[in-house]
């Protein structure tokens, strides 16, 4: 026992870092792919929410963080780390971005800060269209390929025995119900690792617990592509020269090797387009769109190597290592999402919506040919939705969550048509929804005198089972929400990080 002793913590002291279980929210809108949809998190389920005379479900803390707002904007939704093995143990870690250029690492099981790092000066104040500092959510290394649920085990799942399996995590007493949506398939084309840097993400993502030291990213005001330590914040390299200085960078994501973003509004003279720069070269790339790039997420990427993104009514498919443009089309009216990309029957497929109030949606390897199927989604015309969630039932059906100026649309995809499936009630300017484990949440982002709100919906017609009442105490005007560990987390223009959830003795 005791050379068994010795040698576990050898181990941890050897290991910089174990990776990630599978499930952690990784970037804007979840995944690559931007489904707004957290598979895997069984800590969370409805009846914990709808219980009475008082829910499993509550503000469990809120932190103030060191993130002077600019222009309404304060901090970035996290980037998150649910099952972390370093040299003080087992952590779950969150990581925020402040626009005043600010990378922020939040314990979130304590809800204390973990470490805070400032890169830079903030530089002048700006415009709400062009605010400077880091407009882009943090991010972690994400895999191109469809998301899978966790097998039953990890820290948002019982454990296996009585005392666990190694590198499990805490036994949990009490059984969960299981998960409702099952994993999707397999993805139907995923292409071959094309450097170094691309083959490792691959390697390591074959294996959740390959030894590997792990970063989060993020993008200052001027142009630079910051990576810190997830343990803590510490830059071991020099940051890469990645935008124009002052550019408005929306949706970065790390996968394959390279780092990706779009920029917006045609600030500080950066053209409007997307961005990518391998990590081990530094070479950067750029494709300069015909327009000004739409939605919350800017793009999404599918697991054959494809990024989509949409300008104006114009919606391009772009070759992940060229950016060369392998197809588009142009629809009738301007797009008012970006776009989501899911799996339905074997083949990649991509929806979004216009801003006549239509959800459409593509075959991503026929994107040319125009949309497959239309849908009303009864919200009307609006110019900007934001973003979209996508989610399917135990029974296989495809849902797809559309925002509107004051109500949530759900959509039903049933063979070659699209209906309405509910609307919810009013709420404030809600933001873009997301989805954990068969639960819809939804945030009004609220407005001046009219603090946000967050809201749990049943998915079955959309009708509230809980909200946050006056627990927040500020508006959103920048961001999402963002899920994981059986928590929500939603981020105001003051610079508080709130989360919900239900408490770890539960």
């Not at 290394?141 to 454990?159: I, N």
């Not at 639960?439 to 946000?452: E, H």
Request: glycine letters at 12%.
């Amino acid at each position: 026992m005791i050379r068994f002793a010795l040698a576990s913590a050898a181990l941890l002291v050897a290991m910089p870092v174990l990776a990630q279980r599978g499930g952690d929210w990784t970037t804007a809108g979840n995944d690559a792919q931007r489904s707004g949809w957290a598979r895997g998190d069984l800590r969370l389920t409805p009846e914990k929410i709808k219980r009475t005379p008082k829910p499993d479900f509550e503000l469990l803390w809120k932190l103030k963080v060191n993130a002077a707002p600019r222009s309404g904007h304060a901090v970035t939704p996290p980037a998150l780390l649910d099952f972390y093995i370093g040299y003080r143990g087992f952590r779950t870690l969150g990581f925020f971005g402040g626009a005043s250029n600010t990378m922020i690492g939040i314990d979130l099981d304590k809800g204390t800060l973990e470490w805070e790092k400032q890169l830079g000066a903030a530089g002048a104040p700006g415009t709400p269209a062009c605010p400077g500092g880091m407009t882009s959510a943090l991010t972690r290394p994400t895999g191109s390929g469809y998301p899978s649920a966790p097998a039953g085990r990890g820290r948002s799942t019982p454990a296996a025995s009585d005392v666990g399996e190694p590198f499990e995590g805490a036994v949990t007493l009490k059984n969960v119900r299981p998960q409702m949506p099952g994993p999707p398939p397999a993805p139907q084309s995923a292409r071959p690792p094309r450097n170094a840097a691309a083959a490792a993400a691959a390697a390591a993502a074959a294996n959740p617990f390959s030894t590997r030291i792990q970063y989060a990213f993020g993008l200052t005001g001027d142009g630079k592509l910051h990576f810190l330590y997830v343990s803590n914040g510490d830059e071991p390299n020099p940051a890469i020269q990645f935008l124009p200085a002052g550019a408005h960078a929306r949706g970065l994501i790390v996968m394959d090797g390279s780092a990706y973003a779009a920029t917006v509004n045609d600030c500080s003279g950066a053209p409007n387009g997307i961005w990518a720069v391998q990590l081990d070269s530094k070479k950067v790339i750029s494709w300069k769109a015909p327009a000004n790039i739409v939605g919350t997420h800017a793009f999404a990427a599918s697991p054959a190597g494809v990024i989509f993104t949409a300008a104006g009514p114009e919606l391009f498919a772009l070759d992940a290592d060229t950016l060369t443009v392998k197809a588009s089309f142009k629809a009738g009216a301007a797009f008012s999402t970006s776009p989501l990309v899911f799996e339905q029957q074997g083949k990649d497929h991509v929806a979004i919506a216009t801003a006549d109030g239509k959800l459409h949606i593509f075959e991503a390897g026929s994107l040319g040919a125009g949309p497959i199927v239309s849908g009303d989604t009864g919200l009307g015309a609006q110019a900007d939705a934001g973003a979209l969630a996508s989610y399917t039932t135990v029974d296989g059906s495809r849902f797809f969550l559309v925002p509107g100026a004051a109500k949530i649309a759900a959509l039903k995809l049933a063979g070659a048509s699209i209906a309405p499936a509910w609307t919810s009630p009013a709420m404030t300017s809600p933001l873009a929804p997301i989805v954990v484990n068969g639960i819809v949440f939804a945030a009004g982002a609220g407005k001046v005198g009219a603090p946000a709100v967050l809201h749990a919906l049943d998915p079955s017609n959309g009708q509230p089972i809980w909200n946050s009442g006056r627990s927040i105490l500020g508006r959103v005007t920048s961001g999402g929400l963002a899920a994981g560990g059986g928590r929500i987390y939603v981020s105001t223009a003051d610079g508080t990080q709130y989360c919900f959830g239900v408490p770890l003795e539960l």
